[in-house]
């Protein structure tokens, strides 16, 4: 007999249990899966879509930096929480994904708040003034390390950051390949940054959620 994988039922355990998602998103999902079958691994996921949501609406954020928007499924869902006059920017390389997940914000009505920055993230980020009361990294893995530390000097005094993938299958705990090895590093990396204080969650892929100190 097969030995029974116990993560992946309560993984939908818990997604029967979260506020479902708005159903153009559930369509952009659903798109994403049947146009970019080889890439939808990619995707957030509705749960740590919603954990995002959740806590840019109780945290009162404004201003929100995504690093990796891929068709725009997490971009639209942390939207969605900013109050009518905030802001998200997000940074993507793929001018494919970029045009798939704009016709999605021209559909929905906080497809307004949303800017997205076409080319390498880093540069983008150079370039940007201003604080972020929240920042979202789900991009390459070999630049995590380079987009938190691009990210930290551009967080609000009590601003959070958000890191997709940090547990990588499993693969943590014994990485071997460069995703996994870059994702340990990286999680090292916080876990030393004396700048910083931070929490791994055991969400879908793992999300560590990381802040400044006081």
Known sequence: MDAIDPIKPLDDYAAAHTTPIDPLIQELIAETHAELPERAGMLSGPLVGSVLQFLIATSDAKR????????GASALMMAAA??????LITCDISARHIAFGKRYFERSPHGHKITVLEGG???NIKQLDGTFDFVFIDADKPNYTNYYDAAVPKLAPNGIIAVDNVL?????LDPKEENALAITSFNEHVQNDP??????LTVR????L????A
Request: hydrophobic letters at 45%; a negative charge.
């Open 64 to 71: 929100v930096l995504e690093i990796g928007m891929f068709t």
């Open 82 to 87: 900013l109050p009518d006059d905030g802001e």
């Open 168 to 172: 990588w299958s499993g693969e943590v």
């Open 210 to 213: 990381i802040r400044r100190k």
């Open 205 to 208: 892929d793992g999300l560590m």
């Open 195 to 200: 700048r910083t204080i931070n929490v791994m």
């Open 121 to 123: 993230a880093l540069e």
